[in-house]
C-alpha cells in the first residue's frame, strides 16, 4: 500500500487521536504513576484532541473526500475516513476531555480514570473504522470499562446486572448480524433470507444498545447509579447510531437509500423521543432527569438516521453533536454540584443559586443549549430535522416537535427547582473552580460558535449523508445535488 | 415623496444602490446595538468579572439609544421613499439541499416605526431600572437579560422571514421567563416562571409548525413569497387554504405570548419580577408580541376568514374575562395585569376585524399608558398609604354602572366567577395538566418498579420515588465533601 505525504500525516494523527488516551489508561492501569491521574488524563486528552482537529483539517484539505485503509471487507475499510469520523473524533475527545477536567478528585482515583480512557480510547477507535468486523470487536471493548465501573461502583450491582442484561443479548445480536451479512451481503442484489435476518439483527442489536422503547431501562439506571463520567462516556458517543451508520445505511436499494430495519427502528425511536422527554417532566432526581433527556435525544438521533433526505440525516448528525455537548455539559455541572451538596432532588426548590451562581448559569445555558436555543448548535439541528421529519411524514415531524417542547420545559423546571427557592446554604459560597469554569467554557463556546456559524459544519455533515444516501454530490463539492425526493 | 423623484435619471441609477446600503446599514445597526452590549455585558460575566452598575447601564443604554437613533433615521429614509418595503438580506445561514436559512430583515411602514419605539422605550426603562435596582443583588443579570429581550424584540419585528421571527420570538420567551424568575430565591416568583414558560413552550409548537408550513408551502421562510405589497395593503400570495392553515397556527401561538383564554394565568403570575421588566414585559412589549405577528402576517389573516372569526372571538372572550377579573383583584400589579389583557383582547378582536392601523396605534399607545402605570405603581401606593393616613382611611370609592344596574344575585354570581378568574385555571388544571401529570407519573412508577426488578430487587413501589439503587448512591455522595 503506497501513502502520499498528507495520508501517512492523517495516519499518525489518527494514531495519536486513538493511542494517547489508550496508552493513559494502560499506564494509569499498571500503578506506576504515582502523580495525580487528572493530569495525566487532560495530557492525554488534550493531545488527542489537538490529533483529531488535525485529522479533521488534512481531512478537510483533501478536499472532503472519504480516505480509507486497509483492507475492505463487506460495508467498510479498516480504517475510513469520512465527514461523520472527521466530525466525530473530535467530538468525543473534546467530550472526553471535559469529564476528566471537571471530575471531582474523589471520583478521579487512577483505576477509574483508567476506565474512563480506556472508554473514550475504545470509542475513538470505533469512529474510525467502517470494518464490519472491527466494528463488532470495539462494540464489545466499548462496554466493558463501562460494565466495570458500574459494577465497582459501591451499591452498583443492580445496575451492572441491568446493563449486562441489555448489553450481552446486543452484542451476540450484532455478532450474528454481521456475521450473516457478511456471509449474504444484503447491498449486493442476489441477497437472500440470510442477508435480511442479518440486517434485522443488527437493528436489534442496535435498540438494546441505543436503549430505545421497550428495552430502555439501563438508559436511566445507569445515569442514576453510576459516576457521571461513566454514564457520559457510556451514552454520548452514541456507539449504536455509529453502528447503525455504517451498517444499515446504504443497503436498501442495493446501496442506495435506508435500510427498512433502520426505518422501523426510527418509528420506535420517534416514540422513545417523546416519552424520554415526557417522563423527564416527572422526574423527582437530577440524574433521573438528565437520563431520561440523555435518551430522548438519543432516540431523536436516531429517528433522524432513518430519513431518506439528506437533510434529515444531517440533521441527525447535528443532534448528535449538539446534544452532545449539551448534555455533557449538563451532566458536568450537576456532577460539580452533587460533589458539593448530594444528590439534587427535584421535589421541592433546592435553592442553589446563591450557593454557586456561576454553575446556575452554565446549567441554564447549557439547558438552553440543549432545547433550541437560536444562536446554539441545536436551533439549527431542531430546525432541519424537523424540517426534514415534516417533509417526509407530518406525524413524525409532530413528534419530534412534541419531544423538543417537552424537553424543553423538562430542563427549565429542573433549573428553577435546583436554584430557585429560599436560600439552601447558610455557610461558605461553593464558588466554581477554575479548571470547572475553563471546561465548561469550552463546551459552551463550542455550542455557541458552531451555532453562529454553522455552514461549515452543516456543509460537511450533509456531504456525508449524502455519500452515505448515494446522493449525487455538487460539483463544486458543497453537499447533495439535488435531494432524492421530495413530496 | 421618492427620494429619487427630484434627482436625475443617470443620478439615480447611481443613488438607489447607495440608499438601499444606508437602509440595510441602519437596519443592521438596529439590530447589531442591543447584541452587542449583550455581548458587552455577558463575556465579562460569565468570566467572572461582571461590570460596574454605573458601566453596566451606561452600556445598555448606549445600546438601545444606538438602535433607536439609526430607526429613527431609517424611519426618515422610508418616509421619503413613501414607505416602501426595503428587504434587507444578510446571507444564507446554513442550507441543506432545498432548505435554505436566509437572515433576512425588512424595513417597511410596520417594522420601522415599531422598533423606534420598542427600542425608544428599552431605553427609559434602562434609565429607570438604573436607579430602581442599584445594589440589587442581580443588577447584571437584570440588565444582562434587559439586552436579550431588546435584541430578540428587534430580530422579531426587524424579521424579513419566518425564521428570523422565531428565532426573536424564542428570545423573549427566554429572558421574559428568566425575569419572571428573577427573584430566584421567592419560591412563587419560581413557579410563575414555571407556567410562564410552559405556556410559551406549548403556543411555540404553532409558530414553529408554522413555519415549517411555510417552508413547505413556498420553499422558503421569506415573507416575500408569503405576500406582497406594502403594509397595510399586501397581498397573499398563497392558497386560502394554505393562508387558513397558517393563519390559525399563528394565531396559536400569538395566543400565548399575549395572554389571551384559556392561556392567560400565566399573566398575573408573572408580576412576580422586578417593577421594570413587568412594564416593559407585561404592560409594552411582550405582552403585544403576539399581535405584531398577526400584524406582520395580516395578508394572510385576510385570506382566512375562519382565522379572523376565531381572532375576534377569542379577543372579545379575552377582554370580557380580564374586565370581570381585574375588577375584584385587591392588588395593583394584579389589576395592572389583567388591564392589559384586557386591552391585548381588544387588540386581537381589532386585527380579527381587520383594523390593522387602528389596532397598531391602539398597541402603541396602550403600551405607553400601561408601562407609566406599572413603573409608577410602586410609588402610587405610597402615595395612596399616605393619603389614607391623611384621611384617617379609605379615600371613597366612584360610582360603578353595574352596581347600580345589576340585581344582587347576578352581582354575587359575577363576583365568585371573577374572584376564582372565571374558573379558568382551575378547568385547565383539573381536566388537562392534572390527568396528563397523575398519568405520567404512574408511568414513571411502573418504569422504576420494572428497573428494580430487573436489577434482582424487590420493587418498593412509591409514586414517583427513587429507585433502590439511586439512593445508595444519593447517601455515598452525601457522605464526601469536595475535593
Known sequence: MNLTAPQDLLLVMLGITVLAPLAAAGW?????SNRSPRTGAVVAMSLSLLASLAVAWQWHNGHGVPVEFGDRMGGGAFIDIDGVTAVLLPYMALVGLGIVIVAPKRFLDAPATARTLAGVGATL?????????????????????????VRST????????ILALAMVPALVCLTAGTLLMLCDPPWEKDCGMVGATGGWL???AVLLRKGIIPVHSWYPALFCAAPMSTSLVATMPQVASYLAVRLLIGHADHGQGVAVELIVLSQLALVTAVYGAALALVQRELRGLIGMLAMSQSALVLAGLSGKLPMELSGAFCVWISSGLALTGIGLVAWALESRAGPLSLETHQGRFRDSPMLAAFFLLFGLACIGLPGTLSFVADDLIVSGSLDEQLYAGLLVIAATVLSGIAVMRAWFMIFGGPEAVDGPRHQILPRERLALTVLLATLFVLGINPAPLVRVLDRAAGHLLGVPVQADGHGPAEPPAHP | MNLLDVTTLGQSALELPTT?????????????????TLVAIGVPAVLGRPLSERLTTWLVGAGFSIGLLAGLATLCVLSLRGFAPEAVHLGTWFSVGHHEATIDLVADGLSVPYVCFSTGLCALVNAFAGKYLHREPGFTRFFLLLALFGTGMNLMVLAGSIDVLFAGWEFLGISSTLLIGFFHDRTNAAKAAVRAFITYRICD??????????????????????FSGAWPNGHCLVPATTATVISLLLVFAAMGKSAQVPF???????????TPSSAIFYGALSIHAGAYVLLRCESLLEAAPVARLLLVLIGVGTALHAAAVGRVQTDLKSMLAYASMTQAGIIFAEIGLGLRVVALVHIVSHAILRSLQILRSPSALHDRHELEAALGGHPGGGKSWLRDNLPPAAQAWLYRVSLERGFEEMAVMRLIVGPIWRLLQRIATAEQAWTVWLGGEKPALRVG????????????????GEE
Open chain 1, 125 to 149: 477507535a470505533l469512529f474510525s473504522t467502517a470494518h464490519p468486523l472491527v466494528l463488532v470487536a470495539l462494540s464489545i471493548v466499548t462496554v466493558l470499562p463501562t460494565w466495570w465501573s
Open chain 2, 465 to 480: 420515588g427513587p429507585p433502590m439503587f439511586g439512593r445508595r448512591i444519593r447517601s455515598r455522595a452525601q457522605s464526601g
Open chain 1, 28 to 32: 494509569m492501569a499498571s500503578g506506576l
Open chain 2, 20 to 36: 438601499h446600503d444606508a437602509v440595510s446599514l441602519l437596519v443592521i445597526t438596529q439590530l447589531a446595538a442591543p447584541a452587542a
Open chain 2, 264 to 274: 392567560s394565568n400565566w399573566l398575573p403570575m408573572a408580576m412576580e419580577g422586578p
Open chain 1, 202 to 204: 443488527v437493528a436489534a
Open chain 2, 205 to 226: 409548537v404553532g409558530l414553529l409548525t408554522a413555519g415549517v408550513m411555510v417552508h413547505r408551502a413556498v420553499g422558503s421562510g421569506d415573507f416575500e413569497r408569503l
Open chain 1, 154 to 161: 459501591p451499591g452498583g450491582s443492580p445496575t451492572a446486572r
